[in-house]
């Protein structure tokens, strides 16, 4: 069955220094993978995608995922992290037709001034 | 072009009341998903349709949820009676009818949904 982890519940970073969100999938044919961001009051944005070809992927809002396939892993980096970022980030694996979406539970990420 | 919009917000109830969800999707969008994100846990599934008919709806947690969608348009979710363990907080998505490969859901903001 797929399923998607996300391992810190909440990360806190300063205003400018680097970011990287794991991510971990299950799933058993080629994944499809996003990371979406919720800000409050707002819906799910999608910030990524991933389906096939060069395995690093770029973003909305400078953020970027490497596919590892070998790590079952999409992992989110943005390299200088703005007070706007602060938001509940979501990793999510699917299928071909994205009608079968798994969500991790999460990272809600801090930003510090 | 106006987001996929859900309402109300935030409702409140007392276990065994009844209460009505609504989602507005993309104007066009055929497809239509329902998630459910219990406090701290992860986004699940719920349903999907495609326009008005139920494609999957194998994530429903029980037949107190009862999901519509008329005319392939809005669609409404209603819980009834609603226990406490249905808070959470309720998001939809829609997405359009595509040739092939995933398709982009467009989420709405979502319903924080609390049982007394």
């Known amino acids: 069955a797929q399923s998607v982890t996300q391992p810190d519940i909440h990360i806190t970073v300063s205003e400018g220094a680097s970011l990287e969100l794991r991510c971990n999938y299950s799933?058993?044919?080629?994944?499809?993978l996003f990371w979406y961001v919720q800000s409050p009051g707002q819906g799910l944005q999608l910030l990524l995608k991933y389906f096939s070809g060069d395995t690093l992927v770029q973003g909305i809002k400078g953020f970027e995922a490497e596919f590892k396939r070998s790590q079952s892993s999409f992992n989110l980096r943005k390299p200088s992290v703005h007070w706007s970022d602060a938001a509940e980030y979501f990793c999510a694996v699917g299928a071909w037709n994205n009608n079968d979406m798994r969500f991790g539970a999460g990272t809600r990420l801090t930003v510090k001034p | 072009e106006a987001g996929v919009t859900q309402f109300p917000s935030h409702s409140v109830i007392e276990k065994g009341q009844t209460v009505t969800l609504r989602c507005d999707p993309i104007s066009g969008h055929d497809n239509l998903y329902w998630y459910r994100r219990v406090m701290g846990k992860e986004i699940k599934f719920l349903l999907h349709f495609v326009k008005e008919s139920k494609q999957d709806e194998s994530g429903m947690p029980n037949n107190r949820f009862l999901a519509e969608r008329t005319g392939g348009t809005y669609s409404t979710l209603k819980v009834q009676p609603a226990e406490l363990e249905d808070s959470g907080v309720y998001f939809c998505?829609?997405?359009?009818?595509?040739?092939?490969?995933?398709?982009?859901?467009?989420f709405g903001p979502g319903t924080r949904l609390t049982v007394t």
């Open positions: 998505a829609s997405s359009q009818v595509g040739t092939g490969g995933a398709n982009e859901q467009y």
């Open positions: 799933y058993g044919a080629t994944p499809y």
